[in-house]
């Protein structure tokens, strides 16, 4: 059984100190995690990408007819200047050199950790399992060195594994694994001569009607009314995106394997437990890890995504927690950091919304801070926001309130002309067509120090 509690702590634990609190259960005990995930297409996600044809399309018509694609002429017409996009020509370019760079840094067999951060805070490019290994490099949940890395994951997957078996199997399950164990046991001393078959006795605490805090029972039903939450929220999560949501067996599956992690997470602390929107921190991860397409990744996507899910949660968990949110690590502190670094940066701004307008961060910077961004955008949006953040040499909390800084200098003009209606309205359903790229510029360009910066908008 699990003697200790796996408690949240500061610094967070190595897999190593976390794997010491578990009791019981051989490390080369194999572990089958399922059927394999398969690998999802980008495009069956139906993220309402932009197509970049019109951007590379070129128009070979003349007065002359022709074929469509102008190759039944005997010499190809030139294209136009105009129908080339020099923005796109740069962003193919940009997306293959930064391929090409990620994929170099993550062949070496020692990782250079800046050199990844600085590669992967531009942006990590789609497919191939990349943005998966890179985010769990930057989190610390895989060593610098390759060849350590079969090593410690098959340890991890194994921990979790553990976790699972010892705090989310059904009581029934332990009991009967018990009774079959002692019966195996029994034939071995006793023999069957007599031919009488016994029954397994039931104590008191392993009845389900228990009500002892030692009982199995007990603990099991003290977690309903959380399961049932989580549930609900799961539902909640992302439910444009077939990959979380609808009755398919895929996404009834992924869903499953998040309530597992969040269930796992509220159980191993208790003070905190489960609080509404963990599900939006966790969708991220889950995701990436899962659409990985080395098979065996995708396969321990849940035990990975476990891990990585508590270390994103490492420098951030008090805000869940409302008792603390007088602390110095309470979200209010948290949002204090968040107008003392617009005031810096533009006192202007900082003065119309904090005394003008009288919109202060609570109203609209907590959902930001707390659930990382996670429903200020679109998805594929914050996944691209989560590649900066986790690539931040100072923490995720630190690029996290310069993003959110970044979100108001990005339209500071909109904010400076609107009263407190307009400015609160705007700013909880911030525009989904700003430049995103420009906007991550910015928060780069803001020093974590808070020294000054000028934005010219």
Known sequence: M??????????????????????????????????????????ALRLHRESDDADEAIDNDDDGGGGGNGMDHKTRQRPRKDTINPVSVLKSTSEE???????????????????????ASTGSPDGGGLRAIA????????????????KEL?????????????LLLNPSEHIWREGKELSSANQHKEGDSDGLLRRHEISQEDHPLSLGKASLWSQYFKYTETIEQINRDLQRTHPDIPFFSG??????????????????????????????????VLAPIY????????????????????????????????????????????????????????????EQLWHHLEFTTKVKPQFYAFRWITLLLTQEFKFESILRIW????????????????????????????LL??????????????????????????????SPDTSSYCLSL
């Open 287 to 346: 995701y990436v890890f899962t659409i990985d397409t080395h098979k065996q990744n995708a396969v321990s996507a849940e035990a990975d995504s476990f891990f990585c899910f508590v270390r994103v949660l490492g420098d951030s968990v008090d805000h869940f927690c409302q008792q603390l949110d007088n602390s110095s690590s309470g979200i209010l502190s948290t949002l204090s950091r968040l107008s003392d670094l617009l005031k810096v940066n533009d």
């Open 154 to 166: 098959k340890e991890n997957r194994q921990k979790y594994s553990n976790l699972k078996e010892e």
């Open 2 to 43: 699990l003697k200790g509690k796996l408690k949240l702590p500061r610094p967070l634990p190595s897999p190593d100190q976390l794997g010491s609190l578990i009791a019981g259960g051989s490390e080369s005990e194999e572990f089958e995690f399922g059927e394999e995930l398969e690998p999802i297409h980008p495009a």
């Open 97 to 119: 050199e930064k391929r090409s760079d990620l994929e170099h840094e993550l062949s070496q067999r020692e990782i250079n950790l800046e050199k990844l951060q600085r590669i």
């Open 135 to 150: 985010w769990k490099l930057l989190l610390g949940y895989l060593p610098s060195s390759q060849d350590l890395w079969e």
């Open 247 to 280: 009755e398919s067996s895929f996404s009834l599956k992924n869903r499953e394997a998040m309530k597992n992690i969040l269930l796992l997470f509220a159980k191993l602390n208790p003070v905190i437990c489960y609080v509404q929107g963990m599900n939006e």
């Open 417 to 446: 002309g609107g009263d407190f209606v307009a400015n609160l309205k705007l700013l909880q359903h911030y525009p989904e067509d700003i430049n995103l790229e420009y906007l991550l510029q910015v928060a780069q360009d803001i």
């Open 387 to 414: 590649d900066t953040l986790l690539s931040n040499p100072f923490g995720v909390q630190d690029m996290l309130l310069r993003v959110c800084c970044a979100m108001l200098l990005c339209v500071k003009s909109n």
